[in-house]
């Protein structure tokens, strides 16, 4: 940590702040200058709380050098987490998931038929609310345990893994009973106490920005999970709050490079939630698995006119056969761009039917394209 | 509720929207436009859910007429919440009410000091917190159980009355044993099953406005309190996020404006999480008091520099008594504006002992301008 | 548009909201509610300025119907538009240009050893800034008429597009007289006088997106100058301001997805001055080039560490051959996803050398890629 | 400055920032820590380009310590800029000045009738708009040099001094001819070219905050301007654009505070901009005077409900006499705090006629109050 003196900061004034610093167990480091005197902090494992310094007189201000996250860190783990359920696996440069299913479980003839639609066309985990977190206490709640149950048949006819959200504490021990993956929501990011409860989960935990977190804030909200003893937390960027009224969020990409490159934990995004537009879901999928994430989360309903919770941004049949194509092709060129982009994130995806898809798509065809020609095209161009 | 169809929309797909309106038990007027036709849904009781219709094909947009809140708008309720407690009461146009404290409870010497000054200064409620949401799991998370039992001893030997905030579903059942007002925080204010369960209280409850929240989204939080069966709740405005950096948040004043205007219910502003900074407490509460709300709350250290928790917005003992000087002159000027101005909010603020302050500020001693003339020509404008 | 009458609107009120519709000679279709009473406002060829109505007495709120820009929606002119500069194209379905160079022109060698190495790796227009917009005045502003005759150099010998930024009136002539392009910068997006002399202008121009301008704000920009008769206009979209701090802005992508849907105007990408972070600007690259936009515009040094202005966003020689390298590859696939998918824009980049990469990446060895087997692909997974 | 090495940083690295420092003449400080080495740059007369060292290899981050701006700040200047312009002073701790009038300049008898009102009620200062700046091309754009005259006319009548706004470089001549002070708007805050030209002025220069602009930004800009060699610049803070949709803008007062804490600058607040709703103008303008800026600037129509533009803002007389009613009140009562708090900023407010504004607003008629006593009260306080 940095601390600046103001112009004027009398000599006791530093010497305080350093005698503070070595209280605390610190080094403190001066750094005299021409129009003010700086006081370098060192020697903390851990972040140092600025309110120890902010306070004292003569600081004009204090500026954090190091972060305050250790757990969720690259730096502190380098490796790439892998979450691994089952024949899944969420996170490393293997692999590129789909989660689709609807907003809210409505009835076990709904979950069925969405499930075994995405399920066959590759989607591998399952998504569906029982436990809705609505703005209006008039609109639909969710189906509650009932809905659970539904999922949990899902499961059972078709094999998907579930994932489903816990509005709280109590419903926590549920969810986890019932889902393979136990998601927070962007309201309850910084909800401690249910993130310490989801630190003592076995489950996975599916931990979804806040709608005006900073990358800083949700890290932390990771780190309080970790710190419990749960160290299997995937990141969902979701869309932040601005200004903007042509989407209802705004996909927030620069944070999801942000995530990849500070920490280790798997990420994907939600672009369903970030555009809550039905139209811009495919182009944003395309975009997100080009920008080498671990996978996405998409709202299907079989009947999006009469869905009773986000209709207007979940995809139909239709588009989510089309939305799967297309990943299949982007996740096809990511994988020529790694194997001839040294030190590149790879995403074989390779719980996609890559073979086949590739023969199909010709991609596979010449062998030689993963070893030096591409490059040599390039540069003839 | 107005539907908006697309340019080309065929005479079917508005058949199609209309027929839906009935299904669901509204009327729907169509507006043949020039370009294009729009549809008004009329006939509802309460707000109409846009998905219903959103999801149509044809429709371009949907746009609500109603606002989604009811229970907590003025058309619902015309006058004034007051929560009455004991001889405190919070709301309505008589009443400017100081709640002071620190930020956090870090022994039983620190709040009683801190209690008996601002008590004597004119506070009539004391705020603690017991658990903390902090942002990072290595900072100090409050003394728990222990710091309710400092507070509850505060109320003892001071009278004041106690507000605390209650993090969860479970603490809330402790927190409304030992206090007086439980706190919903700024993160929870759409952890729905704590407003949930804060409908079910017999406490009255201070509900916080989310760091992004739409105001419509704070006054649909406070609904749901009040459809849960509370209708005790005093709203606080506590500064949102924005780009800016020069102050921790940005006060919204214009929100509170709206609040008072909009609904019934008491709201008070919190300058120093809006601003972060010490030195904007005072004036910002001037602000405050100036707009008419109905109170502040503020945070009090005996020693800022060592307060364990944000400190560098904490006022000390010297800083408040100035603030509560400055807010009787600006209470006492605002009871000069409500005598002389048709239908505008009256705050007596009849709730600070003025004999008293002004006596303690000095404003006594001076040629008896205030006991005497200069209070009397008060009440006597 | 609608207006929202107050719940306690008299008759009088509605009457004259009426009245006052006619003699601005539109209709007006009142729409007796439950609650209130609506009133739609028709038969406006161009947009209705709420002012007209929004101060009536007894009007609770006005509400647009119709979008207030005509010139630049698709509903005017459903086609494309396709700005052809040499044999270069802009626009439309069949194009992605990549413009790239430095920040600031700096010198001839530094602007014709970029200019050399970006063209001869695919880039077709050149971008330099001869007049820089710097927050401080103490900042390296630019080299003026200078640099504006290096870029006439740079074309002389490369045969590039040149395009640079025009700071004002003035400025916009000389700017207009060098280059093929004149770019508006983001701070100047609603410089009113800027725009109509640039909707006077001979050249196309690129209007970039303000750093906090709604989307519909940034479209009244482009109206204001296709209402000059420029109808030659690019949009850029460069991230937009938020609370974040983890990149210099956020890529609304979502913004660029719109815009593609709601105009007919060719849009392209600026993810060096939305990420501020070099690390960022490949991968935001391929994803707004997956998302199906004209093209990108990239910042490119041949020394970034000595880069007078935006060296830490500026791309190496080394990392530019990257991104031309992966752009061929999500381009390429983006063709594939073209040919398979009825109705999606296409995007064949035909002024990159396809017909080599295809060949070289084997994409183009299968004629049946482009029917059928892709989709049959898919079901099998 | 400081500069943070990464983790793994070479000494080669560290020395090469420490060489690049001295030659660019400053000295270096490495301040060697437990997990990394930070930099500090020192010996530097004016702030540092972080792109002088952002780039080298091996930096993490630069954090500049010193503030970018120099001629606006305290630590430059330490006593407060007072403008007089006749009997009108702007600034300092001794005047409250209002600036009245018009959005726009509609008719020679609209100004008038508007200015006779607004005089006499203690406004000093008329604005009304000859330029405007419209999103839209098709809403009024004033009546140009029409406008201007009117406002000649205006001052030559009533003795008022004029304000208006000067949308462009050229148009900038012609309003500094027949204006006292010269606007530059939210808009155009960074448009450069405007504000050197501005620096070059004999005329005083309001500069309103742009919609995003951080204060460092808008501080910069008003740096342009005293750099330029005009020294007579007023801030205007009018509100920024955030996410709330329940006023146009959000009015951020601690920026007001930060300003006159940093900058020696007058400052004052436009109500009637941030909020956009007429009701909120007067509550706003209480909020801010007693916030201690040095004056208010709002909008006053003689028929709000036929203004061309920004009716539904635009105060009426009777509700602008409530204004100035109020505004004495709290004037009266920041004089007596003043008078009470050691090094406050006064604000005696005695370019407002209290004996005629009390007179006026019938608040002298009673018993004497406040001529009389209640007068005598406050200046013997």
Known sequence: MLIVMKKNASLEEIEKVIERAKTAGFEARPIPGKERTAIGIIGNDHPIDPALFASCPGVKETIPVTKPYKLVSREFMPHDTIIQLGSCAIGGDQNFVVIAGPCAVESETQALSIAHHVKQRGATLFRGGAYKPRTSPYSFQGL???????????????????????????????????????????????????????????????????????????????????????????????????????????????????????????????????????????????????LGVHGIMVEVHNNPERALSDGPQSLTFEEFDELMRHLNIIVGSMKILKSTTSGMRKVEGNNLDFENLFFKTGLLSTKGVTKGEGHDTISRL
């Open 144 to 290: 509650g345990k009932r809905g659970l149950k539904i999922l949990a048949k899902v499961r059972e006819e078709t094999g998907m893994l579930i994932i489903s959200e816990a509005l709280d504490h109590e419903l926590f021990d549920i969810v986890e009973e019932y889902c393979d993956i136990v998601q927070i929501g962007a309201r309850n990011m910084q909800n401690f106490s249910l993130l310490r409860r989801a630190g003592k989960s076995k489950r996975p935990v599916l931990l979804k920005r806040g709608m005006s977190a900073t990358v800083e804030e949700w890290l932390m909200a990771a780190e309080y999970i970790l710190h419990e003893g749960n160290d299997r937390v995937i990141l969902c960027e979701r869309g932040i709050r601005t200004f903007g009224d042509h989407s209802r969020n705004t996909l927030d990409l620069s944070a999801a490079l942000f995530v990849m490159r500070e920490t280790h934990l798997p990420i994907i995004i939600d672009p369903s939630h970030a555009s809550g537009r039905r139209d811009q879901v495919i182009p944003l999928s395309r975009a997100a698995c080009s």
